[in-house]
């Protein structure tokens, strides 16, 4: 069955670093992946989608980036983090087998200090 | 404007209790997930309906989709259920959430 796998569970990291947040995918291929950004407060919105390598689309102008390196890998970035980058990231994923697959990582909790 | 809205963002409940989440969406939608996200956890998919009612142990999702309207029912509440409910709908191009439902069952 197809699964999605995000790591880091939690993360706590200075304002100033980078980021890396990473999302798999395993027991398909060919995923359409999206991350999302819940901020306090506010529900979950759409930073990122790919349909496929190297193909990324932005929904929100952002201190962010996201990069698909391979087919069952998508990967969230920053070069510097900002106290506003603090929230819940979710990683979601469509698979191509029909109308009903679509499945969502456990997400990453990551807070900027 | 958001597509999805979810009632009530906050619910406390006695232990036992019925509860009810309701979710109002405004897309033609192919797909309604129920979410549950612990505090400070992640998230559990719950349910996936796209027509009809789904039961799993205590709790039951029901979608109508000629109202765009789904519910989500947790019979004999426990304490362990307490968590944020997030309704997500999928109309073909990419998933909006609602902001959650925050529920706390007390013993």
């Known amino acids: 069955s197809q699964t999605i796998h995000q790591w880091p569970a939690t993360l706590v990291q200075p304002v100033g670093s980078p980021l890396s947040l990473e999302c798999t995918v395993e027991?398909?291929?060919?995923?359409?992946l999206y991350w999302y950004r819940q901020a306090a407060g506010r529900g979950l919105q759409l930073l990122f989608y790919?349909?496929?390598?190297?193909?990324i689309s932005s929904e929100v102008p952002q201190n962010l980036s996201a990069s698909r390196p391979q087919d069952r890998q998508f990967i969230l970035s920053s070069k510097k983090l900002l106290l506003s980058d603090s929230g819940f990231y979710l990683c979601?994923?469509?698979?191509?087998?029909?109308?009903?697959?679509?499945?969502f990582g456990p997400g990453t909790r990551l807070t900027v200090t | 404007k958001n597509e999805v809205e979810q009632s009530p963002q906050n619910l406390t409940a006695q232990e036992g209790e019925f509860i009810t989440i309701n979710c109002s969406y405004s897309?033609?939608?192919?797909?309604l997930h129920w979410l549950q996200q612990h505090p400070g956890g992640g998230i559990v998919s719950l349910f996936m309906?796209?027509?009809g009612k789904k039961k799993h142990g205590r709790l039951i999702a029901t979608i109508n989709i000629q109202e765009k309207h789904s519910s989500l029912h947790i019979t004999a509440s426990h304490p362990r259920d307490s968590a944020v409910y997030i309704c997500?709908?999928?109309?073909?191009?990419?998933?909006?959430f609602g902001t959650g439902t925050s529920l706390t069952v007390i013993p």
């Open positions: 790919s349909v496929g390598i190297g193909q």
């Open positions: 979601a994923g469509t698979f191509r087998g029909g109308p009903y697959e679509q499945y």
């Open positions: 027991g398909t291929s060919n995923p359409n």
């Open positions: 897309v033609g939608i192919s797909a």
């Open positions: 309906l796209s027509s």
């Open positions: 997500a709908v999928w109309p073909g191009n990419q998933f909006y």
